[in-house]
Nanobody
Framework: QVQLQESGPGLVKPSQTLSLTCTVSGGSITTNYYYWTWIRQPPGKGLEWIGYIAYSGSTYYSPSLKSRTSISRDTSKNQFTLQLSSVTPEDTAVYYC????????????WGQGTQVTVSS
């Protein structure tokens, strides 16, 4: 059973960089055909896809967030990290890490989510 756990600061000041880490247990982030993804949900809104880092290490980001987003990984720790720069209060959301398995064409595991508030 794969488990994902988000960690990081719950409060970030405007203009700073939001940094969250997802620690994966029960499976390797280099396993073929898994896409390690960040998704967020602002208050009162639907889910918003941010981007992924693939099993190969390649990345892909939402066009609307691409200029501010970076997703990286540490295979030795089995972790992947989201950095979102120049945050504003509109980046306040619950942030989730999840994994897409292409053979199933579905998200197969999710973290519990972590609240991030952008405020001075």
């Amino acid at each position: 059973q794969v488990q994902l756990q988000e960690s990081g600061p719950g409060l970030v000041k405007p203009s700073q960089t939001l940094s969250l880490t997802c620690t994966v247990s029960g499976g390797s982030i280099t396993t073929n055909y898994y896409y390690w993804t960040w998704i967020r949900q602002p208050p009162g809104k639907g889910l918003e896809w941010i981007g992924y880092i693939a099993y190969s290490g390649s990345t892909y980001y939402s066009p609307s967030l691409k200029s501010r987003t970076s997703i990286s990984r540490d295979t030795s720790k089995n972790q992947f990290t989201l950095q979102l720069s120049s945050v504003t209060p509109e980046d306040t959301a619950v942030y989730y890490c999840a994994v897409w398995y292409s053979d199933y064409n579905a998200y197969v595991y999710w973290g519990q989510g972590t609240q991030v508030t952008v405020s001075s």
